[in-house]
């Protein structure tokens, strides 16, 4: 297992934090005492009350949920209220108080390994080269699809707007299945299962069973024993049909059409859908019991004006698919026209973007703004449209309508552009401060100050309670 730092944020004699370490180094948990407020790689964070400072170093430490970081309170009364909930929120990967097992060290390895196996995979090229992306929001869901994936059978539905990358999904669980014989993925899409047919391309048919039916056939449930059964758009599904399927999906036990004879088959399901089925299913359009039959787990897959900072690597993953020769680069121009651009075919709208602007591009030079087609380029209203607006105003509104004065309104503006900036440059100080136009050291001095200041309010809050009840 890969070493881990600690941090032991406050209380605690040092009698139990040295049987705490012992105890770490009797299950092979290597850890050392974090030496700075910039660790690199997974650890664990002890404590012994919630704090805003608390809460600002899961976030700085995890990355915002990038890196791994375990919050283990050293007293019960640490984790009173909403404690696990805003440390999760804050990018902890998991809570708990030391004492509430038998064995927490013991614990702690298990946790530590299983996250470095699963860690190891999202960053396997089997992951990262065909679902792209580096924000915290993605990373935490691909690790959610490989744990689930690796270590359970459970039948799976992936929700999400169309061109989210569904089907990727659905053939990344089943290359990472190991319940199974590693058999065949069989992709049904039921948009275009003709309704008189659907029983042969379900069960399969007997020769003769009907016209047409010349020779048997084997159906998707046979053809996937022993694989994985992608059922695409299954929100398209007539109730009928659906009817017809729950005992499958159940029972794992069909018959051929045209047969009495009944067959074993062993799958997994993934089902996928651009519906809202729980919506369908209260409106009498899709199934209670095979809904809960096929989401033994959901994923919903973000669209891309969700996780803005992925549009750029995946325009460079596309670029490279496109060009495998070159070292594909664009220019500014068009790195922020790719920022700007909605995108109402998600992932997939993209791609076809930076494949029009790669089939005009000529010579060894970057992409310019040349290369985006004429009928693709943004009005010059929408090239000048002021950032102000929209939703930041909004804020602001709230803010003001609540009664925040303006220092504060000020600094919480600075400090969510400074978490930001950090956030995007994956914790490399030195480029988030270019990005803001501002000196690496005030922008450490800024990160500094905010903590002092968080610790002082925190001391004026302890010592008003003091006083309250003296």
């Not at 053939?171 to 042969?200: A, F, M, N, W, Y």
């Not at 914790?427 to 401060?433: D, E, I, T, W």
């Amino acid at each position: 297992m890969t070493s881990l730092w600690h941090r032991f944020v406050e209380g605690g004699d040092s009698l139990l934090r040295s049987a705490i370490v012992q105890a770490l180094a009797h299950e092979c948990v290597r850890t050392h005492a974090l030496p700075s407020d910039n660790p690199v790689g997974p650890g664990i964070l002890f404590f012994d009350k919630i704090s805003p400072l608390l809460c600002d170093q899961v976030r700085a430490f995890s990355r915002n949920g990038l890196e791994r970081v375990l919050a283990v309170a050293l007293s019960r009364s640490a984790l009173s209220g909403n404690t696990v909930w805003q440390l999760l929120g804050s990018g902890a990967s998991d809570v708990f108080f030391w004492d509430h097992s038998a064995d927490p060290a013991r614990e702690i390895a298990a946790r530590f390994e299983r996250w470095e196996s699963v860690d190891g995979a999202v960053a396997s090229s089997l992951v990262a080269d065909h679902l792209v992306g580096n924000d915290p929001a993605w990373i935490a869901m691909l690790r959610q699809i490989v744990e689930m994936a690796s270590y359970t059978d459970a039948s799976v539905l992936i929700t999400g707007e169309s061109g989210t990358g569904k089907e990727l999904v659905a053939r990344l669980i089943h290359s990472l299945d190991t319940q199974r014989q590693k058999r065949d993925l069989v992709v049904l899409d039921c948009t275009t299962i003709v309704p008189e047919l659907s029983g042969s391309e379900f069960f399969g048919h007997e020769r003769g069973a009907f016209t047409g039916a010349v020779s048997a056939r084997e159906g998707a449930f046979a053809l996937a024993s022993g694989g994985t059964l992608f059922l695409d758009e299954v929100g398209e599904l007539p109730l009928p049909l659906q009817a017809e399927l729950l005992r499958v999906v159940q029972e794992r036990t069909y018959k051929r059409v045209g047969s009495n004879v009944w067959h074993q088959t062993d799958f997994r399901l993934v089902c996928a859908t651009n519906r809202d089925l729980l919506r369908d299913e209260a409106e009498g359009r899709f199934r209670r019991d095979l809904y809960y039959r096929i989401a033994s787990w959901t994923c919903k897959l973000p669209p891309l004006h969700e996780r803005q900072g992925d549009i750029l690597p995946l325009a460079q993953h596309f670029l490279r698919q496109l060009r495998p020769n070159e070292e594909p680069e664009m220019d500014q121009a068009v790195r922020d026209y790719l920022c700007q651009r909605t995108y109402p075919g998600n992932v997939r709208d993209l791609k076809q973007v930076v494949s029009r602007m790669s089939y005009r591009h000529v010579g060894p030079g970057p992409l310019t703004a040349g290369d985006i087609p004429k009928e693709e380029r943004p009005s010059v209203e929408t090239v000048y449209r002021d950032w102000r607006h929209g939703s930041f105003e909004t804020a602001i509104g709230q803010a003001v309508a609540s009664g925040i004065g303006l220092k504060e309104i000020s600094h919480t503006a600075v400090d969510t552009a400074i978490r930001l900036a950090v956030s995007s440059a994956n914790g490399n100080l030195s480029r988030a401060a270019r990005q803001l136009g501002v000196t690496d050291r005030a922008l450490q001095m800024r990160r500094a100050a905010r903590r002092r200041n968080a610790n002082e309010k925190e001391f004026d809050e302890d010592f008003g309670s003091f006083a309250d009840s003296a």
